[in-house]
């Protein structure tokens, strides 16, 4: 439902003529596309114990590793100035494939239509007779207490998240698939 709200909020700015509303191919820079190597991910151990994630920050690129191998290697869009995804060893804490933000989303009425977008509930108050709807954070695998973790997100090429690791659509189940709680996940700056 709020998925769609998303998408209603777009369509209306486009519609009508925003100004800051740009087509998506015009804000998408070319990245190397996602590579998988499937001889590497047949290696998988059955317990994923020889399985961790490499970020890596200058380069916008997560890489899963089997052993020393790459199993995965694809762009990512890490936290833009201000929000910074934090660097360093890091273990996946918790995985929920159908996430949404407790901090970022839309304030929506009593049928879920969006009446703002875009909201971050540290600085934004609910219209009245509205309620709060998280935007959606598919495939996530948390990283850090503080909410910082990897999930499905657009890649424009640069920073853009509030610290988390974007991945596209397409690498988000299979790196959620090949991760446990416990995975080593490293965070290169």
């Given at each position: 439902?709020?998925?769609?709200?998303?998408?209603?909020?777009?369509?209306?700015?486009?519609?009508?003529?925003?100004?800051?509303?740009?087509?998506?191919?015009?804000?998408?820079?070319?990245?190397?596309?996602?590579?998988?190597?499937?001889?590497?991910?047949?290696?998988?151990?059955?317990?994923?114990?020889?399985?961790?994630?490499?970020?890596?920050?200058?380069?916008?690129?997560?890489?899963?590793?089997?052993?020393?191998?790459?199993?995965?290697?694809?762009?990512?869009?890490?936290?833009?100035?201000?929000?910074?995804?934090?660097?360093?060893?890091?273990?996946?804490?918790?995985?929920?494939?159908?996430?949404?933000?407790?901090?970022?989303?839309?304030?929506?009425?009593?049928?879920?239509?969006?009446?703002?977008?875009?909201?971050?509930?540290?600085?934004?108050?609910?219209?009245?007779?509205?309620?709060?709807?998280?935007?959606?954070?598919?495939?996530?695998?948390?990283?850090?207490?503080?909410?910082?973790?990897?999930?499905?997100?657009?890649?424009?090429?640069?920073?853009?998240?509030?610290g988390c690791i974007r991945l596209p659509a397409?690498?988000?189940?299979?790196?959620?698939?090949d991760v446990i709680i416990?995975?080593?996940?490293?965070?290169?700056?």
């Open positions: 439902m709020a998925i769609s709200c998303l998408g209603q909020c777009f369509a209306r700015a486009q519609l009508f003529g925003h100004p800051r509303m740009k087509p998506a191919e015009e804000l998408i820079h070319k990245q190397d596309p996602p590579k998988t190597t499937p001889r590497v991910l047949a290696m998988i151990a059955s317990d994923r114990s020889n399985v961790s994630v490499v970020v890596s920050i200058p380069r916008q690129r997560v890489y899963l590793m089997v052993g020393d191998q790459i199993g995965i290697d694809s762009p990512i869009s890490s936290g833009k100035a201000g929000h910074e995804t934090p660097t360093g060893k890091f273990t996946v804490l918790e995985k929920d494939p159908d996430h949404r933000s407790s901090l970022y989303g839309a304030f929506c009425d009593s049928q879920n239509r969006i009446v703002r977008a875009g909201v971050s509930l540290h600085i934004d108050s609910a219209p009245s007779g509205t309620h709060f709807i998280g935007a959606p954070m598919l495939w996530f695998c948390r990283l850090t207490d503080g909410g910082v973790g990897m999930h499905v997100g657009i890649l424009p090429g640069y920073p853009a998240s509030h397409d690498i988000a189940p299979l790196i959620y698939k416990g995975t080593p996940v490293e965070v290169q700056p």
